[in-house]
């Protein structure tokens, strides 16, 4: 299901409109997907040691999904950990696939779905061997 959703975002990656596209998506974030979007960006900034226009397109996209199906997603997490007050949020690929996984620190339980493939040629970058991280609070 989430991989049928999230084929508008990769299409949306492969010609995103950056620069002003990402400051109006980041702009109507809730403040813990804003805060999920900076953890992303600085842990991708901490990998490659920079980070196009179009990859922080991406990332604001992806945290904009998140928000935009948070209720079902907040429950689903709810099913798989129980009531926890927070999860890491893992964003990583492996060959064109694009996966998201949700961390709970304290039992040491995760999750993982499938956002889609990439479209080849497109220029995000998305590590294979590390992970972008970020914190999503459930409260």
């Not at 991708?44 to 996209?61: H, Q, R, W």
């Not at 904009?64 to 689903?76: G, M, P």
């Amino acid at each position: 299901m989430w991989d049928v959703l999230l084929q508008g975002l990769l299409g949306l990656a492969a010609g995103a409109a950056v620069g002003y596209g990402v400051y109006k998506i980041v702009e109507a974030l809730w403040p813990r997907f804003v805060e999920l979007w900076k953890g992303f960006v600085a842990t991708a900034k901490e990998i490659f040691g920079y980070i196009t226009e179009a990859t922080e397109a991406f990332l604001a996209s992806v945290a904009q999904f998140l928000q935009e199906n948070w209720s079902e997603l907040k429950s689903s997490l709810k099913e798989v950990f129980g009531y926890v007050e927070y999860v890491y949020v893992v964003l990583f690929k492996e060959g064109r696939e694009i996966l998201l996984g949700f961390v709970e620190p304290q039992q040491k339980q995760s999750t993982v779905m499938k956002l889609g493939p990439l479209e080849p040629g497109t220029k995000i970058q998305l590590p294979e061997k590390q992970h972008l991280a970020g914190v999503l609070e459930l409260g």
